[in-house]
């Protein structure tokens, strides 16, 4: 029960950094934190972090940002995101910080790719949009890495920690 309320509330802070760092970025088209964290907590954490992560968020940026169908589309896109991070993990050869910054790239590319499919699918045009957002997906995919090579020592230290109290409290738990 405390792991689930330490989970929470690392899960509530990190929120509070996507929300800050994206509403302090939101002059830059496309560059911001939250894909960056979204992909840690997700590697780190597990997918169910990852999407509650994207979906809190999301809504909570797009209060101030303007609510609206894209909102569905960017909680997917970044649910999507995080699934594939978590997947990450199940591959023990290559160390975190090296298979993280290629999906940092990637992770801003398909980003970009999966809202030209939904425009797809309601307006039914792809390459028109996809081409004109594509300088956009670059700029989100160089601020991924960017952001990744910032972030990951400091996360990576908080999520050690986070997982260090959670084995301590399930010995507390054995013995009590």
Not at 45 to 64: D, F, H, R, W
Not at 93 to 109: D, Q
Not at 119 to 147: E, K
Request: aromatic share 14%.
């Amino acid at each position: 029960m405390r792991g689930n309320l330490y989970k929470l509330t690392l899960i509530s802070v990190l929120a509070a950094i996507c929300i800050v760092g994206r509403l302090a970025f939101q002059h830059l088209p496309n560059v911001q934190p939250v894909t960056a964290i979204i992909i840690l907590s997700a590697y780190f954490l597990g997918p169910i972090s990852g999407v509650m992560l994207a979906i809190l968020t999301v809504y909570l940026t797009n209060i101030t940002l303007g609510m609206g169908l894209w909102t569905i589309w960017q909680i997917t896109a970044w649910s999507l995101i995080a699934l594939l991070s978590a997947m990450l993990k199940k591959i023990p050869v290559i160390p975190p910080a090296y298979c993280l910054v290629p999906m940092a790239f990637g992770a801003g590319i398909l980003y970009g790719f999966f809202f030209s499919v939904v425009n797809f699918v309601i307006a039914g045009r792809f390459w028109p949009y996809y081409l004109a957002g594509l300088p956009f997906d670059i700029s989100h995919a160089v601020g991924n890495v960017i952001f990744i090579a910032l972030l990951y020592r400091p996360l990576a230290k908080i999520f050690a920690q986070y997982h260090k109290k959670i084995k301590r409290l399930n010995n507390d738990r054995k013995w009590s």
